[in-house]
């Protein structure tokens, strides 16, 4: 219980992905010059359910450990979201001026980092054009997640993730 002032406020749970935080992620996006930057789309995914999706997200930095070590510190936006019919989480992500990489690599590292070998969904696209980039952020990144009250209560597969998306 910290005091409050006027840079502060309590924060609680994250409860799902607000419209607020919906929106901020939109203006993030749509400030990017998309015909300046090389870009491609990744689609992270799980074969098998997860425990948590407090996991998925340690998944989700060692991926971008792995990433950085190996390319530099190349700007990420990412977003998870739930599968809605087997309730598994998965990441979409964009990565801004990576060079070549193979889907052999990115789905060696994804099988190696969640310890799902047979993973086989995960996904690399390169960036066309703004137009598709906006195409994308619309159909995957900017979609709006179900409330709390969608999830079953009693699966630790489907508890809330906290944060939805990050850059």
Known sequence: DRPLD??????????????KARKNMLETVSRINWEACKAVFITLTYHQPVSSAKQCKGHLRAFLKRLYRKYGELPVLWRIERQPKRGA????????????????????????????????????QVIASARKARSYVAKYCGKAEVSRHDYPTNSAVCALPGRFWGI
Do not use: A
């Open 6 to 19: 006027s840079h502060s406020h309590p924060r609680g749970k994250i409860l799902k992905f607000s419209k």
């Open 89 to 124: 989480w998965h990441f979409h992500m964009i990565v801004f001026n990576l060079p070549y990489f193979p889907i052999k690599t990115l789905l060696e590292w994804w099988r190696e980092i969640t310890n799902q070998p047979t993973i086989t969904q995960c996904d690399i």
